[in-house]
């Protein structure tokens, strides 16, 4: 099996799955106020993604989601400021190194792909500092 048909049939398998889970992080609640809580990497792409569940567990009750409340916070393990600098860095070596290992010569993706691998490793270590939780009703 060549190799790009095997990461073809990863990545397709691996949104299948993704889009079977519609809105695995809704707690439904006894008094018909539900909760959503996301952990993201920045607090707008946590509240679009709450929005986004919120609307699936309503629609799948042919109803729509009234929000009660938004709440995000960040809860990293470093300062704030430093987790969002952190973050643009693991982003950046990510990038230069996949395309340094991609477009270089021997030697230049020898280096890429460790630059790249740097910026895997910490943007993994640095993990998702915020936490969006989101209390919504289903109208």
């Known amino acids: ?18 889009a079977c889970a519609h ?14 809580v996301i952990a993201s990497e920045d607090s707008e792409e946590g509240s679009r993604e709450a929005i986004r569940q919120a609307n699936s567990f309503c629609k799948e009750r042919n109803m ?16 704030e ?4 600098m952190a973050k643009k860095a693991s982003t950046a070596a990510k990038i230069l ?17 460790i630059v790249g691998l740097g910026g895997v490793v910490a943007d993994g270590v640095l993990g998702k500092g915020y936490s ?3 209390k919504f009703k289903c109208i």
């Open 1 to 18: 099996m060549s190799q790009y048909l095997r990461f073809g049939l990863i990545v397709c398998g691996g949104l299948f799955v993704a």
């Open 23 to 36: 809105h695995p992080d809704v707690r439904a609640g006894a008094d018909g106020i539900h909760r959503v």
């Open 64 to 79: 729509t989601p009234a929000f009660v409340n938004e709440n995000a916070q960040y809860k990293g393990d470093i300062d």
């Open 81 to 84: 400021k430093n987790y969002k």
């Open 97 to 113: 190194g996949g395309t340094t290992y991609a477009l270089g010569g021997k030697n230049e993706s020898t280096a890429g792909g």
């Open 132 to 134: 969006v939780e989101m």
